[in-house]
């Protein structure tokens, strides 16, 4: 319990943070136009056909995330990756959690040994999200330091149910796709 109110604790500070006037500035490991997150996508399936992309790019307005949680505040286990590309809460947002190693995963997956719940979900708008029913995640690159992911690749493919704000299943689609952190 104690690591799931620890992780809880970590995404509306990460949500927080997106938001702060250090998106705006530029620094040497982030040029101008620069890409320091994205995710491409294919959706099939009976409502929505084809290929996107949310690419977090400076001053395009999509902000990115790369969280590392821990099972206890010394920050000597590590226990989930949170990987977020999104313009909002509720508008175009591709949200991954996973373990914190790179490997192979089926997405929802609960850890019994760490007691952790890792997913993978995206949204177009509040009308349209996408919730993994059975994805299979593969991690190549992770790197981080303490909190903050700095590296992060890897891509995904498999059934995902599509949800209306009421939560009602709209149908399932298959969505391919890749990610990346830089």
């Known amino acids: 319990m104690k690591t799931h109110l620890f992780l809880l604790f970590l995404l509306p500070l990460a949500l927080m943070t997106g938001c702060s006037k250090d998106d705006d500035k530029k620094t040497d490991e982030d040029p101008q136009g620069a890409v320091t997150a994205y995710v491409k996508f294919k959706i099939s399936g009976p409502e929505t056909n084809g290929d996107f992309e949310y690419r977090a790019t400076d001053g395009n307005g999509f902000k990115k995330h790369g969280l590392i949680g821990y099972a206890d505040e010394s920050l000597t286990q590590p226990v989930a990756a949170l990987f977020s590309v999104y313009k909002s809460l509720t508008e175009s947002r591709f949200s991954l959690t996973f373990p914190s190693k790179t490997g192979n995963y089926t997405l929802p997956f609960?850890?019994?040994?760490?007691?952790?719940?890792?997913?993978?979900?995206?949204?177009?708008?509040?009308?349209?999200?996408?919730?993994?029913?059975?994805?299979?995640?593969?991690?190549?690159t992770l790197e981080y330091d303490k909190l903050h992911m700095k590296k992060c690749k890897g891509t995904f493919s498999g059934a995902f149910d599509l949800e209306d704000q009421t939560g009602q299943n709209l149908g399932t689609h298959q969505i391919t796709g890749e990610f990346e952190l830089n």
């Open 110 to 140: 609960h850890d019994s040994g760490t007691d952790e719940y890792y997913e993978i979900d995206l949204m177009f708008n509040r009308e349209e999200s996408y919730v993994g029913k059975a994805v299979d995640v593969k991690v190549s």
